[in-house]
């Protein structure tokens, strides 16, 4: 296949005498992979259409939201309707209430539950409100778990997984990273030495799935152990659940994994493609948070009509009968379709999946921290990114990127993917 990218690149040139890179969020400018983004005009179903009239099977999906597939038709009525009504008030909307409590129902652990814009604000709040319950100021995170770009959670491990966290971006200060702590994922003795030299942690926060360096799955036993920690010391255990929730189940890795944190944070799918975030869980806690305690967090398009009209749809589609039976045999298919063309190939490949939400890595050593996943073959990885792009699938442009199956991908659509990267290998 022949694909065609004049308008794109035209678009791309333009972009960047406007735009910082020519894109509003970094990974979109093809920096890891090379080449030109295709800028997309239009979406239906399980496939995007680029501004050259290119049609690629998108496993994207708006990086997790469109886990119903793009413009789904009752989604977009209800949104329809919702217009009509007005964009925004600013002002408490019975909406905002319909959505809590569905989302309460599904999720036993969200006492109370605070809407936001993004899931950004969502982990930046719920962190903030962890330090004022707890009166604490440190806080954990793992080495490869991205939770937003909050000033204190862009820091890296240093020389080991086990030590304070230094600034891993330009313009944060030393002092905001200080009190960040990075551990090593699916390896508990890295926290227990953290908890040994630091007694004032006030939260612990992780992708229970990580999702932003490819897609790696908790290994037995590792979420149990966190909760047993945190209950042990008196720290807050945050599930950031932006990626998974609503994804690898209806709860969530909170039912998947059967882990009940004190704290979840949601984006994504809660708002069905629209701009939202959520945080919330157990009341004592949650009652921290203003106007009812002292924990400040504010927002003009907190709870916005459209976003809870979009959100509220899908949930109700969600519900309905066999869709994750669907999705999780889907992803079973294709998981086997990329195994058995490697091995076909003689090529090592690791594929890791939990769910809708799957990853490949070029290595013969089993990914389950990110310190094996940046050992990958990363030039393997691009070459096939670019043979699936020019033959119409779209994959993340990135090797540490999940990528996501929707109920709009057909069989035929997962058939067509194994055998372009078949030929692509």
Known sequence: MTRKTKLSEKLFAEAKRHIPGGVNSPVRAFKSVGGTPPFIVRAKGAYIYDADDNAYIDYVGSWGPAILGHAEPNTLSALNEAMKLGLSFGAPTSKEIELAKKVKAIRPSLELVRFVSSGTEATMSAIRVARGFTKKDKIIKFDGCYHGHADYLLVK??????????????????????????????????????????????????????????????????????????????????FDEVMTGFRVALGGAEERYKITPDLSCFGKIIGGGLPVGAYGGRKDIMECVAPVGGVYQAGTLSGNPLAMTVGLKTIELLTQKNVYADLEAKGAFLEAGLRK??????????????????????????????????????????????????????????????????????????????????AGL
């Open 341 to 422: 063309a490697t091995l076909d190939a003689g090529i090592p490949l690791q594929v890791n999946r939990v769910g809708s939400m799957f990853s490949f890595f070029f290595t013969d050593k089993p990914v389950t921290d990110a310190d094996a996943a940046r050992t990958a073959d990363r030039e393997h990885f691009n070459k096939v990114f670019h043979h699936l792009l020019d033959n119409g699938i779209y994959l993340a442009p990135s090797a540490f990127e999940a990528g996501f199956i929707s109920a709009a991908h057909t069989y035929d659509d997962l058939e067509k993917t194994v055998a372009v990267f078949a």
């Open 157 to 238: 491990a240093g020389s080991g997984a086990a030590t304070c966290g230094i600034p891993d971006s330009a313009g944060v200060p030393a002092s905001f990273a200080e009190h960040t702590l990075v551990a090593r994922y699916n390896d508990l003795s890295s926290v227990e030495a953290l908890l040994l030299k630091h007694k004032d942690v006030a939260a612990l926060i992780v992708e229970p799935v990580i999702g932003n360096m490819g897609c790696i799955p908790p290994e037995p036993g590792f979420l149990e152990g966190l909760r047993e920690l945190c209950t042990k010391h008196g720290i807050v255990f945050i």
